[in-house]
């Protein structure tokens, strides 16, 4: 075959490859092939142009691999300096030392018996698709018509790498417009369209297999202060760390979206159609899974906030929409979030308390004061840590006043942890000062939200152990109304088991029926001041009093009767078989400073 003859069947059988869509390393591999196969070469290789640098891609059989793996690994070779200057290289004899420049690259060209090389820049309108190396066994002068194909071979292959990137770059922009139409920019998950989609695609499903489809509609609570408190940045990573949390805690082949601004929806399909409970312990299953991963807190600007959410759930029936459905679910979901929206504050209120409560703990504002629990001697046998705040313009206020507050903008974790930090220091201080006098336990007040955090545990271990302590010197007090959430239990028969002592505040006046009780692991039970004011001289209020120690009792509870004002009042509790009493006719809640001298 003439040369002419030559160069048409090695363009042809690149131009074959190349209108065959192929990748452009496919194409770069041909190119070998074509080279070794009409160009009168003995071996042939090819590297491709990276951000990190040339990445060899083909070699033909029996060809130079060893040369083209140095040249590679060392950055150094005739590859390397025709992409480097633009230029082809040509050495006709790789023994003359004035014609390389690469002692570790000849030698292991010339090991494996190549004598002659020429490296073409694969280049097309200023853009380097990579370098064509092209060996010879037999020294020699490449003539001017040699290198010409050699040229033309390249050229055209570099218009068909950059036609093909072109191509590809193409696809991937459709392929991200695509993916853009159907996801939400912030978090990656689908969006309202791919929401409507699949919901759709699982309803005919369900109906064709005879299973079933449930909705969760997820509306993140006071998001919208996150947002005016921390900024715009600071609640779109929120919203990022909660989309991301909640994907890893929906099952395989559920659907959660992002609907708008703060909501969400998961789409559970394949659930059972007519077993009801199993239908409802899967959704329910789900539901435990994503309230615990919205319960871990988030750090934002320095303080670590959760940020809850209000959940409504709907299932299909016969006849179902995505878009009924969808609004069975959003309607849930309201029932659910607005009665916890009521609130002794008004809404001008908040807005002016929740920036400057937000700074509270990074700016040191937060402070602890702590009130002693007595016994029937008058010793301080414990004491409650009481969480304050040093207002910039309203003086210390008491935890009642923004306590609520802390709850609803996701800071009472941040807080509590601080809380919990500060008891532990002060009652190593105490322990090391006052070495016997000191009380046994300090208690701190926890939320169902704490409780629910399954960190927490880990959290007070930490603590007690840094500071020397033990647990049983860590008491934690709960609202009895709290016990309604049922994500508080576990967490305090955790608690329970690592050795911390557990109070009920506010007994007898709060959500547990006497069974309820039972399951409770509490050691200690708080009488609420409401039945202790006039138990004096109320012969009423002392028979409730007397039922609530007697159901105590039989509990084998402790009985801290707490607001006790005077001495009367302090007598009929001992009286009435109270083991400990608290309030300021016991002594005031004072800085540690301040009690360290009763404690003498």
């Not at 190349?18 to 990748?23: L, R, T, Y």
């Not at 059989?61 to 633009?86: M, R, V």
């Not at 060996?135 to 033309?152: D, K, N, P």
């Not at 009924?324 to 849930?332: I, N, S, V, W």
Request: proline content about 4%; aromatic content about 4%; overall charge negative.
């Amino acid at each position: 075959m003439d040369p002419d003859q030559n160069l048409l069947a090695a363009v042809a059988g690149l131009a074959d490859t190349a209108a065959a869509d192929v990748s452009p390393d496919d194409l770069l591999r041909r190119l070998v092939d074509v080279a070794v196969a009409h160009l009168g070469v003995d071996g042939a290789g090819v590297v491709a142009d990276t951000p990190t640098g040339l990445r060899l891609v083909h070699v033909s059989a029996d060809g130079p691999l060893a040369a083209e793996t140095l040249q590679q690994q060392l950055a150094e070779g005739p590859c390397q300096d025709a992409a480097s200057f633009g230029e082809e290289v040509v050495v006709d004899d790789l023994r003359d030392p004035l014609q390389t420049a690469w002692p570790a690259y000849t030698d292991a060209a010339l090991s494996a018996g190549w004598a002659s090389v020429v490296a073409v820049p694969l280049a097309c309108a200023g853009r380097l698709s990579g370098v064509l190396d092209v060996y010879r066994r037999t020294a020699g002068t490449w003539q001017q018509h040699e290198l010409h194909w050699l040229r033309v071979l390249a050229h055209l292959a570099a218009s068909y790498l950059a036609l093909s990137a072109d191509r590809d770059e193409a696809r991937r922009a459709r392929e991200d417009l695509q993916h853009a139409s159907t996801h939400d920019a912030l978090t990656g998950l689908p969006n309202r369209v791919l929401l409507f989609d699949r919901l759709d695609h699982a309803l005919s499903t369900a109906r064709r297999r005879g299973r079933g489809v449930a909705v969760l509609f997820v509306d993140l609570d006071r998001f919208k202060a996150v947002n005016d408190t921390f900024g715009h940045a600071a609640g779109d990573d929120v919203l990022r760390t909660v989309a991301a949390r909640m994907s890893a805690e929906v099952r395989d082949g559920d659907t959660l979206a992002r609907l708008s601004g703060d909501e969400f929806v998961v789409v559970c399909d394949d659930l059972p159609a007519t077993a009801v409970e199993g239908r409802h312990r899967d959704v329910e299953a789900v539901l435990t899974r994503l309230r615990r991963a919205l319960g871990r807190s988030v750090r934002i600007g320095g303080v670590d906030v959760v940020v809850a959410a209000s959940t409504g759930v709907a299932h299909d029936s016969a006849g179902s929409t995505a878009e009924g459905l969808l609004a069975e679910a959003d309607a849930a979901m309201y029932r659910v979030k607005h009665p916890s929206r009521n609130s002794p504050a008004s809404g001008s209120s908040l807005r002016d308390l929740e920036p400057l409560l937000a700074r509270a703990l990074p700016e040191g504002r937060l402070r602890l004061h702590h009130q002693p629990i007595t016994d029937a001697t008058g010793a301080v046998r414990a004491v409650e840590a009481l969480l304050r705040w040093e207002h910039p313009t309203r003086g210390l206020l008491p935890a009642a006043e923004f306590v609520d507050l802390a709850e609803r903008s996701g800071l009472v974790v941040a807080f509590g942890r601080w809380v919990v930090e500060e008891a532990c220091r002060t009652m190593a201080r105490w322990r090391a000062r006052q070495g016997g006098s000191a009380p046994e336990t300090v208690f701190v007040n926890v939320s169902a939200r704490e409780l629910a955090d399954p960190d927490l545990g880990h959290v007070l271990h930490d603590c007690v152990r840094r500071f020397g302590l033990v647990p049983g010197d860590l008491g934690l007090e709960v609202l009895e109304s709290s016990f309604i959430d049922p994500l508080v239990l576990p967490g305090l028969h955790d608690l329970q088991r690592r050795g911390h002592p557990l109070s009920i505040d506010d007994f007898g006046t709060g959500y547990s029926s006497l069974a309820r009780l039972v399951d409770l692991p509490v050691r200690m039970a708080k009488v609420d001041k409401s039945l202790v004011a006039g138990i004096a001289d109320d012969p009423r209020r002392r028979s409730l009093l007397d039922a609530v120690v007697t159901v105590a009792a039989g509990l084998e509870l402790q009985v801290v009767a707490e607001g006790v004002e005077n001495a009367s009042q302090a007598e009929a509790l001992l009286a009435a078989g109270c083991d400990y009493l608290q309030g300021y006719h016991c002594g005031a809640p004072v800085p540690a400073e301040e009690l360290d001298v009763r404690l003498g």
